[in-house]
């Protein structure tokens, strides 16, 4: 199995931990709780960041010395509904206790003090549409660069719809170049519907240096340290999947694979 493919750790509990030194790089986690209800999960942050996602159910959510009281009105990630999320400055801690079964991701990068404890979703995160054709998917930006609710982390969520494309035309943001690039690691969790489903995600170079195709199951993980990194959805299943991203600089500025890029420039005419 590729060390770019992980696999969730049982069905309960903490099923994902993914840190930088794991992942063998120097900005992004991600962690992932199944709790069934009244089960609790509770973390600081040290120097890191956090927005938790609640990528389904209920739970009541603090963070520091605030009560955000019970969060969480999509019960199944398919619903489509924009998320609630919460914001964790670094030097805090964040406590949650679910009140139906529920699937928090905890997304983590570096922190700066920057941000106070606050929720940012769902209000605030607005439905798009991206895409044409067997490239169409939908995107709820939960922490993009346009919205300043974070020091770090760039965090988003895409539905892709059967028989479909997304992250395409392939795209790379692997190099400290900006405006013209920007270096951002990346983690996408995925999930299908039906859950016996599969999706497909290649991460390559264009130099062949990293060529790895991987077939997804419901709640794996794909790390991206560089590279394009295109997904496809099988006719009959629908993916989800819930990006995050960082490096040096919160801006996401990417380049398409030469090859294709004429598929992006059609598109964005």
């Not at 519907?193 to 991460?203: D, E, I």
């Not at 006719?235 to 040096?248: E, I, K, R, S």
Request: hydrophobic share 35%; with cysteine; aromatic share 10%.
């Amino acid at each position: 199995m590729t060390s770019l493919l992980r696999k969730p750790a049982g069905t309960a509990g903490k099923v994902h931990d993914i840190t930088p030194d794991s992942a063998g790089w120097g900005y992004v986690g991600f962690g992932l709780y199944r709790l069934a209800p009244g089960e609790s999960a509770a973390e600081a942050t040290g120097d890191r960041e956090a927005i938790l996602v609640l990528v389904e159910g209920r739970a009541r959510i603090g963070a520091g010395a605030r009560d955000f009281g019970e969060l969480g009105d999509r019960l199944q990630v398919f619903d489509r509904k924009p998320p609630h999320a919460v914001y964790v400055p670094n030097g805090s801690d964040w406590q949650a206790t679910a009140t139906t079964a529920c699937t928090l991701a905890v997304c983590t990068a570096p922190g700066r003090g920057g941000h106070v404890a606050q929720v940012i979703g769902p209000t605030g995160i607005a439905a798009e549409t991206r895409g044409k054709g067997a490239n169409t998917r939908y995107i709820h930006a939960i922490a993009m660069e346009e919205r300043d609710v974070a020091d770090s982390l760039l965090v988003t969520e895409v539905y892709t719809p059967s028989g479909n494309w997304s992250s395409y035309p392939p795209h790379r943001h692997d190099e400290d170049d900006y405006p013209a690039m920007t270096y951002l690691e990346e983690t996408y969790y995925h999930r299908l519907n039906p859950a016996q489903g599969f999706g497909l995600q290649r991460v390559f170079t264009e130099d062949g240096s990293l060529d790895e195709t991987m077939a997804v199951s419901d709640h794996d993980v794909v790390l991206v340290p560089r590279g394009h990194h295109p997904c496809g959805a099988p006719y009959g299943y629908d993916m989800y999947y819930l990006n995050v991203m960082a490096g040096p600089l919160r801006k996401w500025r990417f380049r398409t694979h030469p090859d294709h890029d004429w598929i992006f420039r059609r598109d964005s005419a």
